[in-house]
């Protein structure tokens, strides 16, 4: 079931402008110094192409919730969500909102230099600025109380979020939040969901933390659960007013 996407209406800087692109599920609010709206449609619509092709000819890559094999002649968007599979655990269509921000954005850097793109809580970022990221977490006692700070030089950068209490992507953890950080936003999506199907209760973040530290390219990590969290990574965690 879609859910409204009422933090978007917070999510507008003055040194950028915002617009949406829709196609089918895809989803995706981006903001970038001019209105590439066009281009980010024409980018999508080949991202979701290649990505429904390479299903009819293998479904088992839509379902499978376990890594499939390397395929060396994968396109670049289909190889980089069945490497993020592998290095996470999951099925590789747990990668596949980050992909798209990632593949999506990188398009649009050809036309600025600044670019943000989320998809569903996925997000694709290269700033020339610091950037602040307002963390939602349900029913926890941290939701919206504290938000990441993203330097500059981080980017570009994937920030991508699971949740087992909110939102409607498939999620075997019961975590409030899980926001990975990694240069890959494809392994930053499966990281996330990897990690937030470990976390039950909160006596979980401890051995998820343990987890991600062990998911090489993932450069941070912030876990919520109920009133716990923890990090760990080039986080920096600011509150938020």
């Known amino acids: 079931m879609y859910q409204p996407r009422v933090y978007r209406r917070i999510c507008q800087p003055e040194d950028l402008i915002s617009f949406l692109v829709e196609i089918k599920e895809t989803d995706l609010f981006i903001l970038a110094e001019k209105n590439l709206s066009t281009q980010a449609k024409k980018a999508a619509q080949n991202c979701r192409g290649i990505i429904e092709k390479y299903i009819k000819q293998k479904p088992s890559f839509l379902t499978n919730l376990a890594p499939i094999p390397h395929d060396p002649f994968a396109p670049p968007i289909i190889a980089s969500m069945i490497w993020a599979a592998q ?20 398009e649009l850097l050809k036309h600025c230099s600044q670019v943000i793109i989320e998809n569903g809580g996925d997000i694709f970022l290269k700033s020339s600025k610091k950037r602040i990221i307002r ?3 349900g029913k ?15 980017s570009p950068l994937g920030i991508c979020t699971s949740s087992g209490t909110v ?11 899980v926001v990975v950080l990694s ?4 392994l930053a999506d499966a990281a996330a969901t990897a990690i937030g199907n470990i976390i039950q209760t909160k006596d979980d ?3 998820a933390l343990e987890k991600a530290k062990t998911i090489k390219g993932v450069t ?3 876990l919520i659960k109920d009133d716990q969290a923890g990090f760990w990574g080039e986080v920096k965690i600011i509150k938020t007013s």
């Open 87 to 106: 290095k996470t655990n999951v099925g590789p269509m747990a990668a596949v909102a980050g992909a798209v921000a990632e593949f999506v954005g990188r």
């Open 135 to 137: 963390i939602q977490a």
């Open 140 to 154: 926890s006692s941290f939701n919206n109380k504290i938000a990441l700070q993203i330097e500059a030089e981080q």
């Open 167 to 177: 939102g409607h992507s498939l999620s075997f953890g019961r975590a409030d939040a």
């Open 183 to 186: 240069p890959y936003t494809a």
């Open 205 to 207: 973040i401890n051995p």
């Open 220 to 222: 941070g990590i912030i």
